[in-house]
């Protein structure tokens, strides 16, 4: 008997965050890497952020917070969800988290029973399922290929259905496709699920002012009414107000949800930091001309990207409606051989063949479900990624 728990073989580290990880250790090695992993905004937090951060510090606010988090965000929480997406809720329908990932881990661990299923569209991000299997939930993967523009069909939705679904989760733009949800594909995909009173929504929001080319963003709770009662609408200050660091995401949900959340974080975390909290009463009642202003200088980076990897043998690269990821196809490369004479069998022994032979982090497709595919975020300097994209297409000319 070992001393590690079984749960844990039932799950893997973060692929993401390990990639990240990895490049910055090989660049403080002293090594020529360019991470292209971290889905991590290169924009630094914005000033006035910052100084509600400090103030709230200088002004003695630095002790616990409520579990459910400070009574000023979840009143600036129900106000930015009115204002951006016309959903009504209370203070008491919303819960605070250290980072979206923990108020997604707190719901599944608060709803789950064993065995239940939870419908999770592929490619998805890393975590969902791992986290559903954490609370001995069952994550039911549904293929969403390239060719469906890596979206969830109602078809493949009312057969993945079944008197075990418990959750279907949502996400829009999405980690790790960038592919955006329209409202006639949530209205859709609303349909079905008003066939079965059974099945929540999951919607992780997280993207949600990353968006480009006048896309339009809706959430499924403001597109079929009727479904907001068993909506959790999850967001995040990280992405779009670059605030990773600072661990702030939060759930709006059903009372009753909500309050077995904060009972699950209440023997956890109990709270995200005080001073983060101020910062993001801040962040989402302040200024937020700084969102369309980098979201001016991340489209042209998507556009870069995408130019460039369809230049490279081999790759295919589509051009998504948000988020600062792109989802190329390495179909291409699959069978051929590398300059020391190894077979690229998979997406992961392509991504190990750029950070080897090139120095260039990319997360493999099979971390999000649907290969042969590998992520890139563009969320770091256009001269990095110019670099890059050089690099990648340098390898791929190299392979025979
Ligand atoms: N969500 C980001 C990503 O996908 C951060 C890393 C993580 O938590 O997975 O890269």
Known sequence: MGIIADRLSRIKPSPTVAVSNKAAEMKAAGEDVIGLGAGEPDFDTPEHI????????????????PVAGIAELRRAICDKLKRD????????????????KQTIYNAMMATLNPGDQ??????????????????????????????????????????????????????????????????ADLKALAEVLLRHPQVWVMTDDMYEFIIYDDFEFTTIAQVEPKLYERTLTLNGLSKAYCMTGWRVGYAA???????????????????????????????????????????KVFKERRDLVVAMLNQATGLTCATPEGAFYVYPSCAGTIGRQTPDGKTIETDEDFVTYLLEAEGVAAVHGEAFGLSPHFRISYATSTEALEEACRRIQRACAALR
């Not at 910052?50 to 917070?65: E, F």
């Not at 997406?85 to 605070?96: A, K, R, S």
């Not at 001073?275 to 202003?293: C, K, N, P, R, Y």
Request: aromatic share 8%; glycine share 6%; proline share 7%.
């Open 85 to 100: 997406n016309g959903l009504t809720y209370t203070p008491d329908q919303i819960t605070v988290g250290c980072g979206g």
């Open 118 to 183: 939870v419908i999770i569209p592929a490619p998805y991000w890393v975590s969902y399922p791992d986290i559903t299997l954490l609370a001995e939930g069952e994550p039911v993967i549904v293929d969403c290929p390239e060719s469906d523009n890596f979206k969830l069909k109602p078809e493949a939705l009312e057969a993945a259905i079944t008197p075990k679904t418990k959750w279907l989760m949502l996400n829009s733009p999405s980690n790790p496709t960038g592919a955006a949800y329209t409202r």
């Open 253 to 295: 949900g059903a009372v009753d949800v909500i309050k077995a959340m904060n009972k699950v974080q209440s023997q956890s975390t109990t709270s995200t930091s005080t001073i983060s909290q101020w910062a993001s009463v801040a962040a989402l009642d302040g200024d937020h001309s700084f969102i369309a202003e980098h979201n």
């Open 50 to 65: 910052k100084q509600a951060a400090a103030a709230a510090m200088a002004a003695g606010k630095t002790k616990y917070a």
